[in-house]
């Protein structure tokens, strides 16, 4: 079965600063990873997805991920981080394109600081 | 084009009650997902339903149930509520096999007091 693990809980970062998200997973077949951001009381935006094609994904706002097949990783990235960034984040990973469930890490609270 | 429709956004419930949650996916979408949002599990999966027959499911009691009606729209139920059932529920809809992931409602919250 597959599975998502994030391993902070909270990241704090000062604005203007690069900032990085960790994720790690665990599939049996070709994973599709997926980041998504979570606004207070808000459901999950989508933020980018890793299929297949360039390691190095780009998404919305600026924010960036790198997929890694030998550290089973898919780190969240950002070179400039804005206060707007705060927020938690959830890394996400499917099993292949098929009928399986997408399945989600705990979340990481981002906390930017002025 | 409208997004995930979610209804009511917020409920409180009495333990014992039953609950009944409602999701209208974006047009064209015929795959709805449930999760259960909490702040120590995070988000956990509860059902998907295509076509209106539920193709996976989570580790939830029997308590908690769903249906998907031919419009794609879809209800889940959680019955005998507990204090613990308190969360956010968030509904999203995709296409079937997508590379797209999911497009996720606002989420309904609801408390069990």
């Known amino acids: 079965a597959q599975s998502v693990a994030q391993p902070e809980d909270q990241v704090n970062v000062a604005e203007g600063n690069p900032l990085t998200v960790k994720c790690t997973y665990s599939?049996?077949?070709?994973?599709?990873l997926f980041w998504y951001v979570q606004y207070p009381n808000r459901g999950l935006q989508f933020l980018l997805k890793y299929i297949t094609g360039d390691n190095l994904v780009k998404g919305s706002y600026g924010f960036e991920a790198e997929f890694n097949k030998s550290q089973t990783s898919f780190h969240l990235k950002k070179p400039s981080a804005l206060v707007s960034d705060s927020a938690l984040y959830f890394c996400a990973v499917r099993d292949g394109p098929g009928n399986t469930p997408l399945v989600f890490g705990k979340g990481t609270r981002l906390s930017v600081i002025a | 084009k409208a997004g995930v429709t979610q209804t009511p956004r917020y409920l409180i419930k009495t333990r014992g009650q039953q609950v009944t949650l409602s999701c209208s996916p974006i047009s064209g979408h015929r795959s709805v997902s449930w999760y259960q949002q909490t702040p120590g599990q995070g988000l956990q999966f509860l059902f998907e339903y295509f076509s209106e027959t539920q193709r996976n499911k989570g580790n939830f009691p029997g308590r908690f149930s769903g249906r998907q009606f031919s419009n794609s729209r879809s209800e889940m139920n959680v019955s005998t509520l507990e204090l613990g059932d308190s969360a956010l529920y968030l509904c999203a809809s995709s296409q079937p096999e997508s590379v797209y992931g999911y497009t996720f409602g606002s989420g309904t919250r609801l408390t069990v007091v």
């Open positions: 599939v049996s077949g070709n994973p599709y």
